[in-house]
């Protein structure tokens, strides 16, 4: 009987379960031994936020230095460790975990109409696996840095005299994180369902955190191995990738993007999951072709274990390997396709309110697309010869990674703040944001796609002259960007000191996770909730349900 | 460089391959811009025509299999034409005529080494006939390099215990600049050279010319690089005018001296004839067999307070060319 739920485990000091999440229980200790998925999301927020501000600290720098030619605030060395940790630390520390461990932490059982996950403590644990983890990568960066790019290349990594070992232990240990949220997450979603939850009903968003566990479940075991060979090569002189000791240089690659596709898919399907979110919640209607949606997810789970040799088509695997790994990266263009189309008819029809988030939504669109068609070109052989290792390939995965998925983070985390804090935000100064966000990060790659594909190289410390105005011109844009988020800082932390309270679904969305208050009380529900319409049903939903304001004021317009 | 030339997106092509690949990357281009002007137009339409007005109300989502299933399989036909192209191209990348000229290509942290048919060699430039096909045959000597020709359209990695092979046939006579494509690194601190400014090197150092010149012109330089150069007058190099001028072609600068300011490596200067103290304790006499030693064979005798870091130029240097160092090394006595 689903209304046994996650049982609220048992604790030392129960919380009264119809408190305030934020308030039931208090002091420093009740967040470090909390075992409320609420509080674990948002412990994750502060992480991940943390982690991308300094990643993006990292790529300000890497741009700075870019502005002239030669030397311009430090010396190549300096350079190539300011790169790697950027990626690094934005992969592995901000990314993977960004909308699944924080944002989807918070609002998953929410949306399944469940009390927590189905295992709080295993929850509680990831988090702290992801700060071990995180602990060994700062580790690595005062002990010297790592100087090998993110990708940790063999026989570069097992050479380099930098601090690999500390740095791929890191990422080891983050590794083990990802895969219990990944297990966490597949058996609440298929155990917690609230009564009348069935899988024609789910939201969008558990579509595409169940396909993102199930890649993290899958692949990342696989990088674990591959780093672990390449310590112990480093460490012991084992020859699984060093040629001089009959092992294949290649075959790290190999090894590294069997994990490393999936993870871009790891880090691009959730960003779709919220945006899905965000387009129902905006246009007032249902997300169009609701079940190509949900499969085009799990088709590029699929699709994303079976291309990862497209990153190989310059290092000598067979020419056979190749022809088959382009004919199946052009598949992905499919599920792709698929949900740019859906979105897009979403809106047709609908009644379209132009918040924040839904802008985050729409710069989504944009910049996936942009990210998508030129992802073509990279998957047409010929075409990819010249255009690998060059600044196209920067450019193009910035548009998927950051003018997607972080897009779709901002925006879902600006939709979902009045939930997670119980406060609102300012829309103007939030929009005003969103518009140097927008204007900067396009201006900091489209000139990223000229340069790559007229032949600079990437991780470049020094360029020709020919390439000044492109990397100027990127690097003005950076200031843009840079900007913006600092704007959106401001919103938030004014928000949260002097914001407004909100009302438990202050955009009048039909979604599940808006009917229990804003913030939400330690059970989730005061009691489990029956489900009996989708999550997209605007014309079902009444009026009650959709109704923008304090409860006490709808029954106020009642009477 | 005007504004036009900037917006360009593809450098001047000079290959074989470059007619075929432009127009494919063109037509990609403009199918690009086309689909998202056609996706991105409509969503902004909609955004506007259909924004929130008061009491109008969305309308439920209904269902339109035909044109699902019509962008489902749209796609494929395109996807089929493009992966067909791209991959026919890829095959000509990867078939070198049989009678292709082959130039056995050297790489290591951070320099290119090239040796012609003949057995000569060049450094970080190379130079190629024009209208015939060239076959690179490429290995690594520590990371992974690739070598990368953007007007060539060509690219391939160069991988430590592996040949790998890189074609193209030039089609325009002049200088284009080649890089390395795959990530190798730095050097921890810049070098100082020979005239006291610091110097960066690295992977973005690791790049050069290609020489194209006129085939009348190919017999005449693969002779060049077999004998000492001449002065303009025709009076031919003597052997430590040459040495000299090898001392900078082959990077000896880059770590070595001959004012005695020590470098990564040992200065040249008062070397000739003296005891050199050496990393195992033990003196030896710098003489001709030593200096040829350690230019073949440079970390089987170590020089006190000094790195085994040399890479060795053991089949890069012609016995003439060593003879000229050696020459060199006796002038700075």
Request: with cysteine.
């Amino acid at each position: 009987m689903a209304t046994e739920v996650a049982n609220a485990p048992s604790h030392h000091e129960e919380p009264d379960p119809n408190e305030n999440y934020l308030k039931a229980g208090r002091g420093i200790w009740s967040w470090m031994t909390t075992l409320d998925h609420k509080r674990i999301g948002v412990m994750y927020l502060v992480a991940v936020i943390l982690a991308f501000f300094m990643g993006g600290m990292f790529a300000l720098l890497i741009r700075l230095e870019l502005l002239t030619p030669g030397r311009t605030i430090m010396g190549a060395a300096t350079y190539n460790r300011v790169f790697t940790l950027h990626g690094a630390i934005m992969v592995f520390l901000f990314i993977i975990p960004s909308i699944p461990a924080a944002l989807g932490n918070f609002v998953l059982p929410i949306m399944l109409g469940a009390k927590d996950v189905a295992f709080p403590r295993l929850n509680l644990m990831s988090f702290y696996v992801y700060v071990v983890g995180a602990v060994f990568c700062l580790f690595s960066i005062v002990s010297g840095a790592i100087d090998t790019g993110w990708t940790f290349y063999t026989p570069y990594s097992t050479t380099s005299s930098s601090s690999v070992v500390s740095m791929t232990l890191g990422v080891f240990i983050l590794g083990f994180s990802s895969i219990l949220t990944g297990l966490n997450f597949i058996v609440t979603i298929h155990k917690l369902r609230a009564p009348g939850m069935h899988w024609r009903r789910l939201p969008l968003f558990i579509w595409g955190m169940y396909a993102t566990s199930i890649m993290q479940v899958l692949a990342t075991p696989v990088l674990a191995i591959t780093l672990a060979l390449l310590a112990m090569e480093k460490l012991l002189g084992l020859g699984i990738f060093d040629a001089s000791l009959g092992g294949d240089p290649v075959l790290f690659q190999h090894f590294f993007w069997f994990y490393s596709h999936p993870a871009v898919y790891i880090m691009i399907v959730p960003g779709m999951a919220v945006v899905s979110e965000l387009f129902a919640t905006f246009s007032r209607r249902a997300v169009f072709g609701y079940f190509a949606i949900a499969m085009s997810s799990l088709g590029l789970a699929l699709l994303g274990f079976l291309v990862w040799g497209h990153h190989m088509f310059t290092s000598g695997q067979s020419e056979f390997a190749t022809m088959v790994f382009s004919g199946l990266t052009m598949l992905v263009a499919i599920p792709s396709g698929v949900k740019t189309f859906n979105w897009t008819a979403t809106l047709y029809k609908g009644s379209i309110w132009l918040t924040t988030p839904m802008l985050y939504a729409l710069a989504f669109l944009v910049q996936f697309a942009i990210g998508g068609l030129t992802g073509l070109f990279l998957g047409v052989l010929s075409i990819d010869i010249h255009l690998h290792d060059t600044y196209f390939v920067v450019a193009h995965f910035h548009y998927v990674m950051m003018g997607g998925t972080v897009m779709g983070f901002v925006g879902g985390l600006l939709y979902w703040w009045p939930k997670i804090t119980g406060k609102l935000y300012n829309e103007t100064a939030a929009k005003v944001s969103f518009g140097f966000v927008f204007a900067g990060f396009n201006a900091v790659f489209i000139a990223q796609f000229i340069m790559g594909s007229r032949g600079m190289p990437r991780r470049y410390y020094d360029y020709v002259p020919e390439f000044r105005p492109y990397h100027a011109f990127s690097t003005y844009g950076s200031w843009i960007l840079a900007v913006g988020f600092f704007i959106l800082a401001g919103v938030l932390i004014q928000s949260l000191r002097k914001g407004a309270k909100a009302p438990p679904n202050p955009w009048g969305s039909a979604g599940f996770e808006w009917n229990t208050a804003s913030p939400p009380i330690f059970s989730n529900f005061a009691e489990t909730p029956v489900i009996t319409r989708g999550p997209y049903d605007y014309h079902e939903a009444t009026e009650e349900e959709l109704f923008d304001g304090f409860p006490e004021d709808f029954k106020k317009t009642e009477s | 460089m005007n504004s036009t030339d900037l917006m360009k997106q593809l450098p001047a092509q000079w290959s074989t391959f470059g007619p075929g690949f432009d127009w494919l990357f063109y037509f990609l281009y403009w199918m690009s811009v086309i689909l998202f002007v056609g996706i991105i137009g409509t969503a902004v339409y909609f955004v506007v025509k259909y924004r929130r007005r008061p009491g109008v109300k969305a309308e439920p989502t209904g269902h339109n299999l035909v044109m699902e299933l019509a962008w489902t399989v749209a796609p494929v036909v395109l996807l089929v034409m493009l992966f067909h192209w791209g991959f026919s191209g890829y095959i000509s990348l990867t078939s070198p005529p049989p009678d292709a000229l082959d130039i056995r290509v050297r790489a290591r942290k951070w320099s290119w080494d090239f040796e012609y048919p003949n057995g000569g060699h060049s450094q970080n430039d190379v130079t190629v006939p024009l209208n015939r096909p060239v076959r690179f045959v490429m290995s690594s000597e520590d990371v992974i390099h690739s070598m990368f020709v953007p007007a060539f359209r060509v690219k391939r990695d160069a991988v430590p215990g592996m040949y790998s092979t890189l074609w193209f046939q030039a089609t325009h006579t002049g200088d284009t600049r080649f890089y390395c494509a795959e990530y190798c690194g730095a050097a921890d601190e810049p070098v100082t050279q020979a005239d006291g400014s610091a110097r960066e090197t690295g992977h973005f150092s690791m790049g050069g010319l290609v020489h194209i010149v006129p085939q009348s012109a190919w017999a005449g330089y693969l002779e060049s690089i077999l004998r000492a150069p001449s002065h303009a007058d025709g009076r031919e190099f003597t052997p430590a005018e040459w040495g000299e001028q090898l001392y900078t072609q082959q990077n000896c600068n880059t770590c070595h001296s001959v004012n005695g300011t020590p470098m990564t490596g040992p200065t040249w200067q008062h070397l000739f004839g003296q005891q050199v103290p050496l990393a195992d304790g033990t003196r030896v006499l710098a003489d001709e067999n030593f200096i040829r030693r350690s230019i073949l064979e440079p970390n089987a005798q170590v020089v006190q307070g000094f790195g085994p870091i040399m890479p060795s130029y053991q089949g890069s240097l012609t016995d003439r060319q060593l003879d000229a160092i050696i020459a060199y090394i006796r002038t700075l006595r």
